[in-house]
């Protein structure tokens, strides 16, 4: 689903959305707005992060992984949400 303009900035960042906008949208594209705020900042550690077999494992050596004790408040409010969009 494409956001309209409005509904916030891509900077080096990634997707920043507009609280206001964010407010007022309709539900499909306040879940559209999250799952691309959290796409541009998380991904699968897949990816990007070394396995280890002996062990079995991923070895995170760019930190995580993270719970939400160990978030920031923003990162920490994305985690909420898309916790409550599993269930």
Same mark, same amino acid.
């Given at each position: 689903m494409?956001?309209?303009?409005e509904?916030? &900035?891509?900077?080096?960042?990634?997707?920043?959305p $507009?609280? +206001?906008?964010?407010?007022? /949208?309709?539900?499909?594209?306040?879940?559209? /707005?999250? &799952?691309?705020?959290?796409?541009? &900042?998380?991904?699968?550690?897949?990816?990007?992060?070394?396995?280890?077999?002996?062990?079995?494992?991923?070895?995170f +050596?760019?930190?995580?992984?993270?719970?939400?004790?160990?978030?920031?408040?923003?990162?920490s409010? /994305?985690?909420?949400?898309?916790?409550?969009?599993? $269930?």
């Amino acid at each position: 689903m494409k956001l309209p303009r409005e509904a916030g &900035r891509h900077d080096d960042m990634g997707f920043e959305p $507009n609280d +206001v906008w964010l407010g007022s /949208a309709g539900e499909e594209l306040q879940i559209e /707005a999250m &799952r691309q705020w959290f796409l541009d &900042r998380y991904e699968d550690p897949v990816m990007e992060t070394p396995w280890d077999s002996e062990s079995k494992s991923y070895v995170f +050596v760019w930190g995580g992984p993270y719970d939400q004790t160990t978030l920031s408040k923003s990162d920490s409010l /994305a985690w909420s949400i898309t916790q409550s969009w599993r $269930n």
